[in-house]
C-alpha cells in the first residue's frame, strides 16, 4: 500500500469513483462483473481493479 491508499473500497465508496448508483453497483456485484470480497456482513471492492477500469475508460479502451 503505497501513500495511505486504501486496499478496498466500500460500496458507496467505489460507487462515487465510478460515478454510479448503489443500485447499479450492486447489479454488477450481483452479475460478478465487479470483483468484490465479503468480510463479515460488509462487501468490500478491490480499488485496483476500480483504478484498472476507469484507467481504461480515461485512455479510450473501455466499453461503450
Known sequence: MENG?????????????LGISLVSLAR???DRSIPYVKLGNRTLIP?????????KA???QGAK
Do not use: P, T, W
Not at 5 to 17: H, I, T
Open 28 to 30: 454488477r456485484l450481483r
Open 58 to 60: 480515461l485512455s479510450g
Open 47 to 55: 480499488s485496483a481493479y476500480l483504478d484498472e477500469l476507469v484507467e
Open 5 to 17: 491508499e486504501k486496499r478496498f473500497l466500500s460500496r458507496q465508496e467505489a460507487a462515487d469513483v
